[in-house]
């Protein structure tokens, strides 16, 4: 491979999967391997390179999959390792790669070292896999320092010893069921490395590592700065200097990715990526990103803020000046797992009031919500992230323009954060509905084979957003999302800034093709010069023209000639 040549990752479409919610073929009412492989030909279809899905490895989903009990197999409700090979076989045969989720931070209490540990010694080479310390106070019934936990409470529960008497406590960032690693510890150290080897053996081409920025812990364990008064213990989290972002986390990362080049030397024509979820502003970003750490990092701003064409340009600018220090790729995402779905957060009657964004993503300001406004939004959104250089990551759903479902009854939320929060904060359930394929609602719309609950409610008017139905409607969301995914090739090229003096208006060339988003409220009227001898490649509205783009459309165009 030359050097100008570009790896599979820099440009690639990748689709986030969540096992538990795709389709389900056993009948369970919850995802597996088979139902994903009956499903290979729709993501074909829908022109992605990639598949990264959501840890499928065995765990007790309490906090679905990101609680790992074993990290050398799969969850057997999903199927077994010969299923798995099968699948990556198969999504192969279709170009599609497939890539994991690592959770590196913490485990499932069901793991076994953890329960080794806790039937170990204060002391043992069991417990100092993790974070266990003495109390405070003079029973030692307090936690050992100030932290909390980002899903709510402490970062701390107390055990009882093996003699039954109230013992030591451990670390846990998110949930009591997710004790922490610790990274300082040599058997952690090498079971993760092998972990890797097995799954990229097994043909895996890239992972997602989970939660980046809270592995690195100062070793002492300090009490955190106190955070500014009001804050959720998930917003708390950032302040907290001690208990994450701790330097001594870089040389984990410098670890895992001498291991990532050394498989790839020693197997020639493998190209591996990693991506880091950390969310954080550019600058910390690009600690992880100096060519010898991760590949990529989201660039998750423009999941975050406001509709409105300044902050947009500017969460693209400062993520390519970012990436142009380090010659990275950027990327993008509209959606994933942990966030409201688009055609809510951009349906919001107060969209494009910035106090209305509170840059967190589990955390919404209320206001009405009109679908089909933001239905229309997500169109010219994605026509949007699409034609920016680097990747585009998709969330399982956007192409069908599902709907966070806000509507579940308390009961049938799962979520941790909504139960550790006491139902204060609503939680990611809602993003996380299984998806509808056909219009049968005896059968949850197709995600089971048969008539059975569906882990999930799902609501009752999915059948239309149906992928059977949206196929078969030229102008459907999925539609959409094919012809702009089909249409990323023609776009190459650096990004240059257009400047227009339109009001709202998002627009910028590559290689000398126009693309220009209309963001505001109002049609644009297109100034001659701009337009005149260029053609129209697509535009996520179908009334607009080369001379009038509508409210919240994007449309691509030509280089002029
Ligand atoms: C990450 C995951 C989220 C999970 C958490 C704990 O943020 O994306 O779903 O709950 O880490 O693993």
Redesign the pocket.
């Known amino acids: 491979m030359t050097k100008t040549e570009k790896l599979w990752w820099q440009e690639a479409v990748v689709y986030q999967l969540y096992p538990r919610s795709f389709a389900d073929a056993n009948g369970d009412g919850r995802g597996d391997f088979e139902g994903i492989r009956s499903h290979l030909d729709y993501l074909r279809d829908l022109g992605i390179d990639a598949i990264w899905m959501s840890p499928c490895f065995p765990s007790p989903q309490r906090?679905h999959g990101?609680d790992v009990a074993d990290y050398f197999d799969v969850e057997p409700t999903y199927g077994t390792l010969d299923d798995f090979d099968r699948l990556v076989a198969d999504a192969k045969a279709r170009k599609i790669r497939i890539m994991l989720d690592i959770?590196p931070n913490?485990c499932s209490s069901d793991h076994a070292w953890f329960q080794a540990a806790l039937k170990a010694a204060p002391g043992s080479p069991e417990r100092a896999r993790f974070w266990f310390r003495d109390g405070k106070g003079p029973n030692g019934d307090e936690p050992p320092n100030n932290w909390r936990a980002i899903f709510g409470g402490p970062a701390w529960t107390r055990v009882t010893e093996a003699d039954g008497s109230p013992g030591q406590w451990y670390e846990h960032t998110?949930t009591p069921w997710?004790p922490d690693f610790n990274w300082y510890n040599h058997d952690v150290l090498d079971y993760f490395d092998r972990m890797l080897v097995f799954w990229f053996d097994r043909g895996v081409d890239g992972i997602r590592v989970?939660?980046v920025p809270v592995l690195g812990k100062h070793p002492d364990m300090p009490d955190s700065p106190p955070a500014p008064p009001g804050l959720t213990d998930g917003q708390q989290w950032r302040y907290n200097i001690y208990g994450h972002f701790y330097p001594t986390a870089h040389d984990v990362w410098k670890r895992w990715r001498t291991v990532i080049d050394d498989y790839e030397r020693t197997h020639p024509g493998r190209h591996l990526v990693t991506i880091s979820?950390s969310y954080g502003p550019p600058e910390e970003l690009l600690r992880y990103m100096q060519g010898d750490e991760f590949h990529q990092s989201f660039a998750f701003d423009l999941m975050l803020i406001t509709w409105l064409a300044a902050p947009i340009r500017a969460a693209i600018t400062d993520s390519l000046d970012m990436l142009a220090s380090v010659g990275g790729a950027p990327a993008w995402t509209l959606n994933n797992?942990?966030t409201q779905r688009i055609v809510t957060r951009l349906g919001r009657l107060n969209a494009n009031d910035p106090a209305a964004w509170t840059g967190n993503n589990l955390l919404y300001v209320d206001a009405p919500i009109d679908l089909e406004l933001g239905r229309r939004r997500a169109r010219a959104a994605v026509t949007l992230a699409a034609a920016l250089p680097g990747a585009l990551y998709l969330y399982q759903g956007e192409e069908l323009g599902l709907e966070e479902v806000l509507d579940m009854p308390d009961q049938a939320r799962e979520d941790p954060l909504f139960i550790r929060s006491n139902g204060k904060e609503l939680g990611r359930d809602g993003c996380r509905v299984p998806l509808p394929w056909t219009t049968d609602a005896t059968t949850s719309y197709g995600f089971s084979p048969a008539p059975v609950a569906p882990w999930l409610p799902q609501p009752k008017d999915w059948a239309d957003l149906s992928a059977e139905r949206q196929v078969a409607d030229p102008q459907s969301m999925l539609a959409w999302y094919r012809t702009v995914l089909a249409h990323r090739p023609l776009l190459s090229g650096d990004l240059q800034w257009v400047d227009t003096d339109l009001p709202e208006c998002v627009a910028f060339e590559r290689d000398g093709a126009l693309i220009l988003a209309n963001v505001g409220p109002d049609a644009i009227e297109l100034p001659a010069e701009l337009v005149s001898g260029r053609s129209l490649i697509l535009a996520s509205q179908p009334d607009a023209t080369m001379q009038l783009v509508p409210s919240d459309t994007c449309v691509w165009m030509s280089p002029a000639h």
């Open positions: 906090d990101y959770v913490h998110f997710q989970d939660a979820e797992h942990d």
